[in-house]
């Protein structure tokens, strides 16, 4: 079954999304402009918000980050029906330090948090930090372990635990399940331990942006996973660029492409911290684009009409909840609400 679609946006954690250097999009990373991009996201009708998680920022340290877990709490408090969803990677928060986090920020949102947990693809973050950068595979055994312990606590059950990383007795936290049974759980990744995981234990599977048949190709190999309890949800993160023709767009498009070449050392920065290992990488690398998390190669390029169409076939395909960015963002976050939302059904 199909669910309705959700549309939501990527938080300014660490501003730009497509290039850094941008006359129309000056660089601002601040909780200001945070908030203020996720109350006009509510009021436009947006359906939620991520909130990725760096401590430094990734691309640039000199540069400012959004701090994940205390902006989304803020977040929660200042707006009343958007979800809030915030990025988490397991190595560097204690499973029932994390659990009581998320059931303050679900009490603070009256039922409308929910955790990313990401496995990790920036070594430096981890490893200058002094904590040891488990190889990928293993990476994947911890997140298990830790989700395990962090969704029965959220839950609201009494948990003991005595597994190969954590050791936990009796613990139960309060208040929990006061607006439902806990938060929403996605999974953001795309490698074997990632599908696992998602179809063991997520509510939501969130993939990198890419073209229609790679994204049926992905549900099919998850869907046909056995997993308890109701069936995996499906989410897309997307960069668009939609304008009245086509030409337009591809013309908005080669704007971003030129800016976005300037950002050479960025790049490198950036491959210089990545594991090798990640599968964001390989797919990252299939097509040229603008955006993170495989930004237009989903192919969001185009005229209002053709961008509705594609986002009803990714629908139709089964992804439930869209995750999108933007350039300059807050502009192009009102074209697509004004012109590209009511051309899509559902
Ligand atoms: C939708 C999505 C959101 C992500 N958000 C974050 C994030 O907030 N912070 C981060 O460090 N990595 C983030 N990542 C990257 C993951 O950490 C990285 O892809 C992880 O290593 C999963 O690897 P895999 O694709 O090899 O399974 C995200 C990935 C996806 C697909």
Redesign the pocket.
């Known amino acids: 079954m199909t669910h309705p679609l959700r549309i939501g946006i990527w938080a300014l954690v660490h501003g730009n999304r497509a290039a850094l250097n941008d006359p129309e999009e000056p660089y601002d990373a601040s909780w200001p402009r945070n908030q203020a991009l996720v109350q006009e996201a509510e009021s436009l009708g947006y359906d939620c918000v991520?909130v990725?998680?760096?401590t430094a920022n990734?691309h640039k340290e000199s540069l400012d980050q959004l701090e994940?877990w205390t902006a989304a709490a803020a977040m929660a408090a200042t707006t009343s029906r958007i979800e809030i969803i915030a990025?988490i990677?397991p190595m560097l928060y204690h499973p029932v330090v994390l659990a009581k986090m998320a059931l303050q920020i679900e009490h603070i949102s009256q039922g409308r948090f929910a955790i990313?947990l990401?496995?990790?693809?920036?070594q430096r973050?981890i490893v200058n930090a002094g904590i040891h950068f488990l190889e990928?595979d293993a990476?994947?055994a911890y997140g298990a372990e830790w989700l395990e312990c962090v969704t029965c606590l959220m839950q609201g059950e009494r948990l003991s635990h005595h597994g190969a990383h954590f050791q936990i007795e009796d613990y139960m936290l309060r208040p929990a399940g006061t607006f439902r049974p806990r938060p929403r759980i996605y999974v953001?990744?795309?490698?074997e331990?990632?599908r696992a995981l998602s179809a063991a234990q997520a509510d939501v599977w969130?993939?990198?942006g890419q073209p229609l048949p790679d994204v049926q190709a992905l549900i099919a190999d998850v869907a046909r996973r056995p997993r308890p309890g109701e069936p995996l949800r499906y989410?897309l993160?997307a960069f668009v660029i939609a304008r009245e023709t086509e030409a337009e767009a591809q013309a908005a498009y080669e704007r971003l492409l030129a800016l976005a070449a300037q950002d050479t050392d960025i790049k490198a920065y950036v491959k210089a911290n990545t594991?090798p290992?990640?599968?964001?990488r390989q797919t990252m690398a299939k097509s040229i684009r603008v955006g993170t998390?495989g930004g237009t190669a989903a192919g969001l390029v185009g005229s209002y009409d053709q961008v509705a169409q594609r986002i009803a076939a990714f629908h139709a395909a089964g992804i439930e909840t869209l995750?999108l960015q933007f350039q300059p963002f807050e502009a192009e976050m009102r074209r697509f609400a004004r012109h590209v939302r009511p051309r899509i059904a559902g």
């Open positions: 991520l990725a998680q760096h990734p994940a990025a990677k990313n990401v496995n990790a693809w920036n973050e990928h990476r994947y953001g990744g795309e490698s331990p990632a969130f993939i990198n989410g993160s594991d290992a990640v599968v964001m998390n995750l």
